[in-house]
């Protein structure tokens, strides 16, 4: 009965005997740090013991699946020669020893372009069944770059924003891990619907409360690093743009009402000047047959720039009057026989003033025989003129400074030769 077993358990084991095993051994993946040298072991047992040729071959291929192996070293055995391809120059080599089954590879000086699945074959001439390779998986460790922290999204209340972290590198890839602080500086829980995903923190809703300090934490088995946001949640009104726009535009609205207040002040500045001008030159340059002070106080325009106006003609006639009455006279006659069709002319226009300008041409006509009458007075008078010239002068500067005063006083003007005004 035993025997029987015995001859079972012996067919069961006999089929392994005529097959190759190639192995590498745990742990896996083999680790390393950039920079460093790491050796990767590899054991073979062949079917028969001390086998005459054995070729074996170090190949690599990248993590992705459909990525092409690239066998870049081959040792032949008994002479021990190498074909390296120059895919890692010279950081490879191999430590075999055939009888023992050994064919480590080493490789120096690591750098990222190591980090991927490595194979070890092992060829013997009639030792073709079993497992002629094994693959292993080198990591190149890097430790974790100081990550960059940013804000996704307006600060804003209501808003919903992201803070972002992320390690230019790092290898094995960093995890990322966000804690939050309050305004303080003390460690807070964070709003249940916040989600911390692969460096990305979700905040949604932000408040004022969620301001504070956020950190982020990169970390790989190497070593860890982090960064840092203040967060400053403000009202919708108050962001930097907006509270930019309010002011630009204050700015502006300011900027159009001076200038609107200084046109305003310009214009009535200048009317004034012009005003000014106007009554100068007329005091100066009119001819006395334009207008008269009695026609011109009748007239129905009774503002007050009308009446300055009349006032220095009226003054203008009574100094032509002293300098020449009889020339002046004739003239005023002649002036009134134009003005009356003129007011004959302006009667048409102003009908509703018709009245007006009737009651007017009688008082024309009552002065007109005044003016008569004053004439031959006037010629009485002629004998004395020479005499009475230098009072007359006299009487001008007076006029002058009168004027001067009533101009001043803004009142229209009563000359001291005329009749008083009748209306
Ligand atoms: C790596 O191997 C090279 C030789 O290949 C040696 O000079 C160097 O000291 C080794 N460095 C480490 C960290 O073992
Ligand atoms: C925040 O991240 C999520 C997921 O990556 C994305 O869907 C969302 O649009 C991001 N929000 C902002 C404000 O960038
Ligand atoms: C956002 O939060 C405010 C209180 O901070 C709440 O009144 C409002 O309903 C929230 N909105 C949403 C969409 O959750
Ligand atoms: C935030 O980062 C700055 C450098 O960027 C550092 O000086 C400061 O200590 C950090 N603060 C915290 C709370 O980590």
Same mark, same amino acid.
């Given at each position: ?75 032949? #055995? ?33 750098? =990222? ?87 990305? =923190? ?161 008082? #024309? ?59």
């Amino acid at each position: 009965m035993e025997g029987r077993i015995l001859a079972f358990i012996l067919l069961c084991l006999v089929p392994h005997v005529g097959a190759i095993t190639v192995e590498i051994p745990k742990p896996k993946p083999y680790e390393s740090a950039r920079g460093g040298n790491v050796t990767l072991p590899c054991t073979f047992i062949p079917s028969k013991p001390n086998p005459a040729t054995v070729t074996i071959s170090w190949s690599v291929r990248g993590l992705e699946p459909e990525s092409e192996e690239d066998q870049f070293l081959t040792y032949y #055995y008994p002479d021990a020669s190498i074909d390296t391809t120059s895919t890692y120059g010279g950081r490879v080599a191999v430590d075999v020893d055939v009888p023992k089954g050994k064919a480590n590879l080493m490789i120096s000086a690591l750098t =990222l372009n190591e980090n991927k699945i490595f194979k070890c074959a092992v060829q013997i001439r009639g030792d073709v069944n079993g497992k002629t390779s094994d693959t292993t998986r080198l990591v190149v460790l890097v430790a974790p770059s100081t990550p960059i922290c940013n804000i996704q999204g307006t600060a804003e209340y209501g808003q919903n924003i992201n803070l972002t972290c992320k390690s230019e590198e790092g290898s094995p890839s960093p995890t990322y891990k966000w804690e939050s602080r309050d305004v303080q500086n003390m460690p807070r829980v964070p709003d249940p619907k916040t989600t911390d995903k692969d460096g990305i =923190l979700s905040l949604y809703n932000i408040s004022k409360d969620t301001s504070g300090y956020f950190i982020c934490t990169s970390a790989n088995k190497i070593r860890s690093a982090t960064c840092n946001i203040t967060l400053s949640v403000m009202p919708p009104s108050m962001n930097v743009a907006s509270t930019a726009g309010i002011i630009a535009g204050v700015v502006i609205a300011l900027i159009i009402l001076f200038i609107v207040i200084y046109c305003c002040c310009c214009r009535k500045k200048k009317n004034e000047e012009e005003y000014a001008m106007g009554v100068h030159e007329e005091f100066h340059d009119k001819e006395p047959e334009k207008t008269s002070g009695g026609q011109r106080s009748n007239g129905a325009a009774g503002d007050r720039s009308d009446q300055h106006e009349v006032k220095s003609e009226r003054d203008h006639d009574n100094r032509r009057g002293y300098d020449d009455p009889h020339s002046d006279y004739d003239d005023r006659r002649s002036d009134y026989d134009d003005r009356r069709r003129d007011h004959d002319g302006r009667r048409r226009d102003h009908d509703d003033q018709r009245r007006d300008y009737d009651d007017r041409r009688s008082d #024309y006509d009552d002065r007109r025989s005044d003016y008569s009458d004053r004439r031959s007075d006037y010629d009485d008078r002629r004998s004395d003129y020479n005499d009475r010239r230098d009072r007359y002068d006299d009487r001008r500067d007076r006029y002058d400074d009168d004027r001067r005063h009533d101009r001043d006083e803004d009142r229209p003007p009563v000359p001291a030769n005329k009749p008083p005004r009748r209306d």
